[in-house]
Structure formats: structure tokens, C-alpha cells
């Protein structure tokens, strides 16, 4: 580490101070960004993926950044991927909200299918990048710079599903109508005033700027204090960062997601958790050019390749999930999801 690390118990209490920060900002950040997709009219996956996924990333992407910078190479790595499969596990606990019908089912949506496949091809990098850890472009390995072209294609296919699509979910029962005409008439929502109705859009994005910065900060400080917790507890670093500062940091994809499904607005909940994930791909390129002392992969150690294959076995079976949409409440994804994540978590402490 670049500096000393926090002692034990201020570490611990702002990991706590900055999880009620950080679930305060969150419901805030749904119903603006809700606002907004309705407003511009990107329609609530792409809405979710965009606007959401983006700022609900950020207290994850500033703590990535902060181990990186302070030298802690399983501890920058450790957070993407465990952002990824916690926040997968989220749609777990959502399906408990929504009642009615399998999550997944209901919210069907292409352009969610798609984003998840595109997370499985930009996963698949780092796994390369751990097989050849002898190619360097400077300090970094070159693949990372494929992480973001991979990104930026997916978003060209993504267009282009939307404005020219070739399949359609078929509609049952229980599939979910979102609102996205903004007259508040959609399933579970209906009736229910904009919050924001009287705020200019020019001033929306003004506010979710500001809620964004609050959350980088807050993102900042879970950082210093995750690697605060590693030095007093000696625990691996890419553990907890897989699982204590990742929980923190998910936080709002975790309200989001729930405040979206009450409100009846399935499509936009998933989105913001797959569009999140997305994002949380790239911060893996951003920690491998922040991590001076050479290529990441090289140095985060076993521990985080075991992390990463958990995680790109959850991702597929959530895509698996939007492809079938199972009709029970709880789907075998919502089954599986938690049960992958836990086994992943337990095969790190069996191999020590």
C-alpha cells in the first residue's frame, strides 16, 4: 500500500456509516432515473443499463480505483468481480419481492438477454489475461483495452436490437407492463403522482449529478476502509473484496432494484442489475492501468481467478434465466445464483 491503512474500528464504522449512505442516495437515484428514461425515451432496459447502471456503479468503481492506486492487486480485482456476483444474487432476493411470478419471467426483455451474453464475452478477457501474464504494453496487460471495445460494440448491437428487432418475448399473463409513457398507468404503479413532475429534465440530470458525486465519495471511503479491514484482519484481499466492500457498494443496485420492482417497473429493476454489471466489467480495465507495479492479473493470485469463474457461471445461468423464463416464483436461477455464490465463497476458504 502507497499509505498506512485505517485502524480497525474507524474502518468498520464507516464501512456501516457509508451502507446508510449510500441506501438513502439510491432510492433517490431510481425515481430520477426513472423520470429521465421516460423523458428521453431510452425505455427501461437501456434506461437501466445507462442511467442507473452507471451511477449505481460508481461508490464500486471509486473503491476498485482505490486499491489499485494503493498497490492492493486482488483487492482491486476482487471488487468488480464480486460486484458482478453479488449483484446477481440481488435478483435472488427480488424474486421474494415480487410475488406474483418469476422475476424473470416477467420482465422480458431482449436487450437484457443480450447485455448478459455481452458480460459473458467481456468476463471471458481477464480469464485470458490470467493464462498470459507475461504480455505487458507498458505496466498493463493489452487485453485489458479489449474490455471497453468489447463494451462499446455491445451498446452498437443493443441500438440495433432496439431499432430493428428480429425476436419478441412472448407475452403471458404474467409478463410485466411497464410504464414507459410516463402517465403512471403501469402494473403496480398506477395512479401514483411524478415525484418530479415540476423539475425541469435540465435539472434532473443536475440532481443525479449530484447524487452521483455523493456516492463516488462514498465509494472512496468503503475503500480505504475495506483495506483497513484486511490489514487488521489479515484476511485475503480478494475475498473481501469479493464479498464485505462489494456488499456495501451494491447497496444501491440492491435498492434500486427493489424500489423498481414494488413499483412495478421489472424491465428498468434488471436492467440497472445487468447494466451495472456491464460496467463493473469495465473498472476491471481501469484497475489494471491504475495498478503501477505491472499487470494486474499477474499479481491478484489465485484467489480472484476462482472468484471470477463463480462468477461467469452465475452470469450464465441469469441469461439462461431470461432465456426460459420459468413460470414458478422462484426459477432454478433463483435457486442456483445464491447457491453458486456461496460455493464460491466456500471453495476460496477450503483452498485457503
Do not use: C
Request: overall charge negative.
Amino acid at each position: 500500500m502507497t499509505g498506512s491503512p485505517w485502524p480497525a474500528l474507524p474502518s468498520w464504522l464507516a464501512l456501516v456509516g457509508m451502507a446508510v449512505v449510500i441506501v438513502v442516495v439510491g432510492v433517490r437515484l431510481t425515481k430520477i432515473a426513472d423520470t429521465l428514461s421516460e423523458r428521453t425515451g431510452l425505455g427501461d432496459a437501456v434506461g437501466g443499463a445507462l442511467l442507473l447502471g452507471a451511477l449505481t456503479s460508481l461508490p464500486g468503481n471509486v473503491t476498485v480505483l482505490t486499491g489499485a492506486l494503493e498497490g492492493d492487486a486482488g483487492f482491486a480485482l476482487g471488487n468488480p468481480i464480486g460486484g458482478i456476483a453479488l449483484q446477481t444474487v440481488w435478483l435472488a432476493i427480488a424474486d421474494l419481492v415480487y410475488r406474483r411470478a418469476n422475476l424473470e419471467h416477467a420482465a422480458a426483455s431482449l436487450e437484457n438477454v443480450l447485455q448478459s451474453v455481452i458480460l459473458v464475452a467481456m468476463l471471458a478477457i481477464p480469464v485470458i489475461g490470467y493464462a498470459t501474464p507475461g504480455l505487458e504494453l507498458g505496466w498493463f496487460h493489452p487485453l485489458s483495452l479489449l474490455i471497453p471495445l468489447l463494451y462499446a460494440y455491445g451498446l452498437r448491437l443493443l441500438r440495433k436490437m432496439r431499432e430493428e428487432p428480429m425476436w419478441q418475448p412472448t407475452r403471458t399473463d404474467q409478463t410485466a407492463d411497464d410504464d414507459t409513457n410516463g402517465d403512471g398507468d403501469g402494473e403496480d404503479g398506477g395512479g401514483e403522482e411524478d415525484p418530479y413532475g415540476r423539475v425541469s429534465t435540465r435539472g434532473l440530470w443536475g440532481r443525479l449529478a449530484a447524487f452521483g458525486l455523493v456516492v463516488g465519495v462514498a465509494g472512496w471511503v468503503v475503500g480505504q476502509a475495506g483495506l483497513g479491514v484486511v490489514a487488521a484482519t489479515g484476511l485475503d484481499s480478494g475475498l473481501v473484496g469479493f464479498t464485505l466492500t462489494t456488499a456495501i457498494s451494491s447497496l444501491p443496485e440492491l435498492v434500486v432494484l427493489i424500489t423498481a420492482v414494488r413499483l412495478g417497473q421489472l424491465t428498468l429493476g434488471v436492467g440497472n442489475i445487468v447494466g451495472g454489471n456491464v460496467y463493473d466489467v469495465l473498472m476491471i480495465t481501469v484497475a489494471d492501468l491504475a495498478y503501477l507495479q505491472g499487470p494486474l492479473y499477474r499479481d491478484a493470485g489465485p484467489t480472484s481467478l476462482v472468484l471470477l469463474g463463480g462468477t461467469l457461471l452465475m452470469t450464465a445461468v441469469l441469461a439462461a434465466g431470461l432465456i426460459l423464463r420459468d413460470r414458478k416464483w422462484i426459477g432454478f436461477e433463483g435457486v442456483s445464483i445464491p447457491l453458486v455464490y456461496a460455493g464460491t465463497v466456500a471453495l476460496v476458504f477450503a483452498s485457503g
